[in-house]
């Protein structure tokens, strides 16, 4: 029993440790030191000397409560090559967003307050102008995400009645998410037309009944079908909806506002492209090609966009005034296009020459080579290949360089991946070809990852 007696209460030990319950609470601190006093008392159990238990317990119970206060939702650097990374919280804002959500956060806002009249005001307002004038669309509302989108314009126009889809647009997208579930929970009978790789303007037709409520195209984002294909132009579908006097919707998915072919790259259909060829409602994202925070917008004829706002599901999918502002400033931004790469990181990231690339991938080579040799790993450059993501242009690449890192043994990348997974700021790559590779497009200074590299 001597050994049990050297080993404090929960309440010395709390009396000892002011600065851990300044620093985590009391209540954390009290569960943290009961745990470890248990595993004290086993240990004695075991054999362990009272006194060492008692000795190390402030030290441990301080590595227990920092190991509990660090966030998993932390920064990391995206070296995977996929700029647009969905489980990396795809684009970057820019500095003007930021700024505008932190003001948004740190005071109240006139959100939906008309601060000319002194009445109630729309949330939507904000960033209905901008969107309008960007798209050339007649009207805008903004929903939480673009899932959230086709979900609240399938229910308000295909509630109880039928939405006409091409078989080749039944899309699936990252988590099992798939068109016809979120078509089913809208309330609307999918009617599939034509094949998975040819449909023609005659299965639309023959498909249209009194029960049809809406024809919906759908932006094959995320896979492209080649070979002897035939889809319906978007003008020849918006007359044959406009014809059948039903409303034709276009979700395009990542949305752009720009045509990228500017910037070196296939272009991606644009919203106000899809606007011009007719379509009655366009969804889009605006995390995605747009550059901003999550949310879904909703662009096209003013009566329908009404009639989308007066449904109840409006008000559960609607934005904070944290994200509005920080696309607000991101729209802005599209007003001055011949600055857009500069001040939009998606865009810069996207746009950056691989020359400009392969030389920071020669810089660094030495410096993280000598930062992994102690840990029986080499850093030689290699040339590799980037990507979008998020669904937008899915079989293309970009030419970019990297790091290329390797070490003995045939699990040699998955444990420097592991281990650099594990840095306070973790540094995420991919493996290809026996090598976990650090594709550098998307690292804005070599200090950063010199930096991170340095924990090891």
């Known amino acids: 029993m001597s050994e049990y007696r050297a080993l404090p209460s929960v309440d010395q030990l709390l009396t000892a440790l002011p600065d851990l319950i300044d620093r985590h609470g009391r209540q954390p601190v009290t569960d943290a030191a009961r745990l470890r006093l248990d595993a004290a008392r086993q240990a004695i159990r075991e054999g362990a000397r009272g006194a060492a238990e008692a000795a190390r317990l402030p030290h441990l119970l301080a590595a227990d409560l920092a190991a509990a206060a660090v966030t998993q939702l932390r920064p990391i650097l995206n070296l995977t090559g996929t700029v647009l990374h969905t489980n990396l919280g795809r684009a970057i804002l820019a500095e003007e967003a930021i700024a505008a959500a932190s003001a948004a956060m740190a005071a109240p806002l006139a959100l939906e307050f008309d601060l000319t009249t002194g009445g109630r005001g729309q949330r939507d307002d904000h960033l209905r102008g901008l969107l309008c004038d960007l798209t050339g669309a007649e009207d805008a509302t903004i929903l939480n995400n673009n899932a959230a989108a086709v979900l609240i314009a399938l229910n308000t126009f295909g509630q109880g009645r039928e939405a006409i889809v091409s078989r080749g647009e039944l899309i699936e997208i990252g988590g099992a998410f ?25 299965d639309y037709r023959d498909a249209i009944s009194d029960q049809t409520g809406l024809i919906l195209k759908v932006h094959t984002s995320n896979y492209r079908i080649e070979g002897f294909t035939a889809e319906v132009p978007a003008p020849d579908l918006a007359q044959i909806a406009r014809d059948a006097g039903v409303v034709l919707m276009n979700d395009l998915g990542a949305g752009s506002l720009v045509d990228l072919s500017h910037w070196g790259l296939r272009r991606e259909p644009t919203v106000a492209g899809a606007v011009a060829e007719g379509a009655d409602l366009v969804t889009f994202s605006g995390d995605k090609l747009l550059g901003g925070p999550q949310a879904g917008f909703i662009v096209g004829r003013r009566d329908l966009i009404a009639q989308i706002n007066r449904n109840p599901l409006k008000r559960a999918l609607r934005l904070d005034k944290i994200r509005i502002a920080a696309l607000e400033a991101t729209l802005r931004l599209y007003r001055d296009p011949d600055r857009l790469a500069e001040r939009l990181p998606v865009l810069r990231m996207l746009s950056r020459p691989k020359d400009e690339i392969a030389q920071q991938a020669a810089r660094l080579a030495p410096l993280v080579r000598d930062l992994l040799a102690p840990h029986g790993f080499d ?20 030419p970019s360089a990297g790091l290329r890192l390797t070490g003995a ?11 650099l997974r594990s840095l306070p700021r973790p540094i995420i790559g991919h493996i290809h070809a026996g090598a976990l590779m650090l594709d550098l497009r998307c690292l804005a200074s070599d200090d950063q990852l010199l930096t991170a590299l340095a924990d090891l």
Do not use: F, K, W
């Open 178 to 202: 798939r068109m016809p579930d979120i078509m089913s929970r809208a309330g609307t009978r999918l009617v599939e037309v034509g094949t998975t790789n040819r449909t023609h303007p005659r």
């Open 409 to 419: 043994g045939g699990d040699a990348p998955d444990r420097l991946a592991a281990r």
């Open 379 to 398: 850093a030689q450059v290699a040339d590799c290949a980037s990507q979008i993501g998020s669904g937008a242009l899915p079989t293309d690449t970009i």
